[in-house]
């Protein structure tokens, strides 16, 4: 599975959350395994949102991609995703793939025959590679809020008459344009001449200032490291004995008095010995913290650090806070129609805490900790504290380009239960406080000390 936890990733598709397909869940199914579909599978199918066509042929797959006029054949040219190991015949122009029932589906409509231009071969000039690159973010791009006032001038730059091979001129170009969308999920891969170039966008403003004080470092990537062990360090002496740092270090809990606290810097990898979206080491964490914390008058969640991870991870933690089933938000492919795909919070089975809960949460919180926050928002015993989050929700779809370059971007519409959309926005605090002026523990205090029943 492909997930990074600096934001979430899909390589289509496999899936690092659940995907809304423009579709109604209740549509789909029975399943069954793709290798037992037979004939019924057979054809050539156009998704719903993405931008893929998909050709199945005796349960053999064929993978294109689409944006605007041009249409190409996946250059990785990978045919084992998880993600069609189950299949449900809709209907005879209708089918849904699914690694699991209960996991994420992709709608696909019959079409008659898989299109002329996307068996034509190319050069792929610099020009034709800017020119997907700018169909593909017109097609998909959820541009909305600040970010949706410069996709003109994205798609602008991207124009170049340029005939030659796309080099490393044209990959600077390119990334420059990318950068002003000011987005943590789109980013550019590639290698040329035998050497590795990576781009990634959107830099929170706190940890872009870490990286740039010299003072923290000798080059950013120490710098921000230094940040998050001063992130870390002064947490850690706030909680009594220290707290308990656990689950792969992922979390951090303990208690600060009579308040009861729960850091959580990513949603996945809380164990290096098991998948990314493994839940084991998760729930043990999670269980002797809320054991902890019954009968406190007030718990304290953290995600002023979280760097993302998977959907399902933070919907699983919310709840462990959960009175009754929640709606925490909707979403659909960009591009797709139909109703939007709901998730909820569900009460946990498991260990939980129903008093008040302060979430805290801070520009550097993306991505998973930001569709947490509106799963943590639907409670009414949770009321988020601190700074505006990142607004980068969509998960990040990784668009492989016909020279061999992949192109990351997101592709969805989120929307939270009032149906508004936070993407390029960012989710404001119920109580706005500054999380890192002057230390993250200045804030921790504050909120302890309002948690706190009056002596």
Known sequence: MAVTLTGKLIRYAACATLVAAGMSPALAGPW????????AADGVWRSRGYGHILVVHGGARTLYHVAGA???RDPTGETDDDTYRLVSIVSPTH???????????????????????????????????GEVIAATFADLYPGFGRRGRTLGTLTAALATPDTRPPDLVFFQRTTQALARLDDAHVGLQATI??????????EAPTISSARANPAMGADPAERERAWSKSYREGITGLLDGG???VANRRILWGTIG??????IVAMGAFDKDAPPDDMHALDAALDDALTAFQGLPGVIVDVTNNRGGYDA???HIAGRFARERRLAFSKRAVGAKGAYQRFEVVPSDRVRYLGTVALLTSDVTV???ETFTLAMRALPNVRQIGGRTRGALSDQLAKPLPNGWTLMLPAEDYRDPAGRSQEGVGIDPARSLPPFDPDHQTMIRRVVQSLSPPR
Not at 32 to 39: I, L, N, R, Y
Not at 258 to 263: E, P, Q, S
């Open 243 to 245: 707290g308990h740092h």
């Open 70 to 72: 041009f249409c190409y």
């Open 32 to 39: 069954v395994p793709m290798a037992t579909a037979g004939k």
């Open 193 to 202: 001449a035998g050497v590795d170039h990576a781009f990634e966008g959107g």
């Open 95 to 129: 089918i849904v793939f699914a690694a699991s029932a209960d996991q994420t589906r992709y709608g696909f409509d019959r079409i008659a025959a898989l299109p002329r231009r996307c068996t034509v071969q190319r050069g792929w000039t610099a020009h034709e590679l």
């Open 367 to 369: 991505s998973a900790g």
């Open 258 to 263: 009579r308040i009861g606290y729960l850091n």
């Open 313 to 315: 991870i933070g919907l």
